[in-house]
Every structure is written in C-alpha cells, then in structure tokens.
C-alpha cells in the first residue's frame, strides 16, 4: 500500500509540546520532539484520543466541508443515529432528516436501517460453528485497527461483515441507478461522529473500494441543522429503522440487537485492550460475541460528535421508546437489490516496528534494544517525548532519539561529567608551579 491515509492530523502552530497525547495513546503513535508532538502514521488508528486530551485543540479530524456535496448532481446523505442525539426535546428522527434535505440533500437513507439488515446477517454468520469465538464486532474501525497492531492473533476473531455505514452506501446507489440515475452523478456523504471512519472511507482496508464519496463532520453538520430545524412545523415521511437499528450508536446495542444473550460490550479504546488481553490469553473462552466501541458511550461519544456522551444516552433513550410506537415509516424498495456484505481482502497484520529489512541486523538491534531498555529507569514518565521507555529505547535504537533524553540518564551523565571536572580541575601540568 501506498501513503497511508489519517483524519487525524496535528495542528502544529497550536501544540506546546505538553505529553497529554503520549501518554494516552493506545497504540504509541506519538512522540514529542523539539517541543512539538509527532504522529506516526504507521501506529494511528485514527480514534480520536489525542483529540480529546489536547488541552490547545492542536489534533483535530480532518473531513469533508458541506459544499463537496455541489461536485455531484444527486447528493445523498446517510447520517449516523448518533446525529438524531445532538438536538434537544427532538424525538422524531424525520424533523432531522427533512432538515438534511433542506440543506441541500436530494435524498436521505439511514444509516441505522443498515445496521438492523448487518444484525440479521450477523446472526445467521454467528451461527457458524466454524467461526472462533468469541467473535468479535467489526463495526468500529479504530478497534478492528488496533487488533492489527496488538493483537494480531486475534484477527481471524473479527467478524467479516461490512459496516453499516457502507452497507447503506451500497443500497443507495444501487437503488438510485436503478431508477435512472447515472453512477456519477450521485455523490454518497456519510454523516460521521468517528475519525477513523472517515480513514475507513478514504482508505478501505477489507473491500476494493469505498461506496462512500466523502464524509462530513457530525460538528459541521450540526451547526447547520440547527437553524434549519426551528423552521421545520410538517416533517417528510422519511424514516425507515427502528429502536434497534438507531441503538446501534450505543454501547450494547449492536450485542443487543442480535439478541445474543452470551455477549459482552465494551467501550472506551482503554477497557476494550484489558478484554482484548483477555482473549488473547484465552480467559473469555466462554463468551459468543464481543463488542468493542473505541469510544466511552460508542458512536454516542466520537470525537467528531457536538453533546456529552451521557446527555446523548438520556435522549437516545427517548428517540428509541418514541420509535416504538412509530408506525409511520417510509416504505420504499430500498432493498431490493441484493448487495456483497462481506470482507473481499483479507485483514493483514499490521507491522509497525521494522528495526532491519536484514533478519541477522534486526535480532541485533533487538539485543541492542533490550541493553538500553535495561539502563533505563522504567517508571514511564513520559518526559523524554516516548510514552514508555520502552518506547524511548526503540526510538534510540531506530536512531530517532538519544538516551540522553531521559532526564535521569542526562543528570546522571551531568554528575559523571561534573565530577570528571573536578578531578581534571585538580590536576596540573608539571610545567607549573602549585604555587602560583
């Protein structure tokens, strides 16, 4: 593969060099040097915890701005069930998908209709005595991504189902073509609280190619919306999931959904690699499906997304008992046409430490490593600018670092050179006298 493709980018002007970013990243992406973080693309995943702990706002998401949709004659928007979250006292999905269609959009499929047709086929594939357990949820990319750096043992595990995101990407152009519409004038825009879905759509890793034509930040979208929404009294007959569908953007309601009663679901990228240790040492044996959200809340939580996870959880329970009752749905032949809901590539194991291309070099190097590491104080400040030392010690080896960055090496080189000069500030040429 070529370049690798991130959202999350770092706004340089803005960063001052503070360690919050290291210390936090899952996957070891970032190092600070020269008073400056650095991600290493090779190691993100793109979920968004530097983003959250930047106390400047120097990483952000980068995603598509609202007019990418005026490059393509029929603009379709699939929003995430998370957007329906951000508005308060609003119960009725169709007020915010007709406000879609004002903005701009021809048309407005949900995101959540997909997720409950990938828990159908979920279901029927969970079935499969062939799949090892526990299964593990595909639908979070920054998760399915992080088992290919830590647990790549664990990948066979993953459950090789498309998202839903580019499921409903599918169905949409396979509907429209079919009523006439040419290939490339429609132009799909995926709605997203999630960086590493936007990653995930530029850059797809188990499919050919991405249905999805851009994506646009929940937070954009939002401020666009609200003034939009006050003018809406008569809502279009647009909606078309259910309770389960839309829960999809919480924590449990994938597990929920496929009525799976041996589940377990967890979210926050941290919790998700104390279970992930678990089954890769064999103690969660006993469990039929994991489901792992990087995010605390899931989707509800992203990076990307405008209100707290917990105030979003409150009204998510809200749109979900209104939708119970809601028997008004859009009723069109959406589905018709059958689409390919599985992986076509193979997930590879990401290898993101590479110390020599020449086997003999990198076992050395590796001895090498371990020396270092050794002389090390191990208690992982972090004020080196590597989030372990450890890290520090790779660095150093790589040659992108010295072992003088550690502070405690550098004040015990200090002390052996201040004492260096005392012995030789003693010493004096035979030439002159001791006395003078």
């Known amino acids: ?44 995943i793109d979920c968004g915890m530097c983003i959250r702990v930047c106390r400047n706002h120097a990483k952000k998401a980068v995603t598509e701005p609202l007019d990418k949709i005026n490059d393509y004659a029929y603009k379709v928007a699939i929003p995430a069930p998370t957007l329906y979250t951000q508005f308060r006292n609003i119960v009725n999905p169709n007020i915010v998908l007709t406000a879609l269609k004002k903005l701009g959009f021809d048309e407005v499929f949900e995101v959540a209709k997909a997720a409950e047709i990938i828990t159908a086929e979920s279901k029927r594939l969970l079935d499969d005595k062939n799949m090892p357990k526990p299964v593990i949820s595909s639908a979070c990319p920054a998760i399915v991504r992080l088992i290919q750096i830590r647990f790549p043992s664990l990948i066979p595990n993953i459950l090789p189902i498309i998202s839903p995101k580019e499921a409903m990407a599918r169905y949409a152009k396979e509907y429209l073509m079919g009523i006439g519409i040419k290939k490339e004038d429609i132009g799909v825009f995926f709605i997203s609280p999630c960086a590493a879905k936007v990653t995930n759509s530029k850059q797809p890793q188990v499919i050919e190619e991405s249905y999805v034509d851009g ?46 009663e041996n589940h377990i679901a967890v979210d926050g990228i941290e919790n998700v690699i104390k279970i992930l240790e678990k089954v890769e040492n064999g103690k ?56 390919d809901m ?95």
């Open 215 to 260: 994506v646009i930040s929940l937070k954009e979208i939002y401020l666009k919306l609200v003034p939009v929404i006050k003018t809406i009294d008569q809502p279009e007959r647009l909606q078309m999931s259910n309770s389960e569908g839309i829960g999809w953007a919480h924590t449990g309601g994938e597990g929920n959904a496929s009525g799976i």
């Open 342 to 436: 599985y992986w076509t590539k193979p997930l590879k194991t990401k290898q993101v430490l590479k110390l020599d291309d020449d086997m003999e070099k990198a076992i050395e190097k590796l001895e090498h490593l371990e020396e270092i590491y050794n002389q090390l104080p191990k208690i992982d400040c972090g004020s080196c600018g590597a989030p372990t030392c450890r890290a520090l010690a790779e660095d150093i080896v790589c040659e992108n670092a010295h072992i003088e960055d550690c502070v405690f090496m550098l004040r015990e080189k200090v002390r052996d050179m201040a004492e260096q000069m005392v012995t030789l500030s003693q010493k004096m040429p035979p030439s002159i006298s001791k006395d003078s």
């Open 1 to 44: 593969m070529g370049e690798i493709l991130h959202s999350v980018k770092l706004d340089i002007d803005k960063c001052i060099g503070c360690t919050d970013c290291i210390k936090r990243c899952p996957t070891e992406a970032i190092r600070v040097r020269n008073g400056k973080a650095h991600i290493m693309d090779e190691r993100c």
């Open 284 to 339: 969660l044996d006993d469990v039929d499906f994991i489901e792992c959200l990087a995010c605390v809340g899931g989707c509800l939580g992203g990076p990307l997304a405008v209100e707290n996870a917990f105030v979003s959880s409150n009204r998510m329970d809200k749109i979900k008992k209104f939708n119970k009752n809601n028997l008004y749905k859009r009723d069109i032949p959406l589905f018709d046409h059958p689409i």
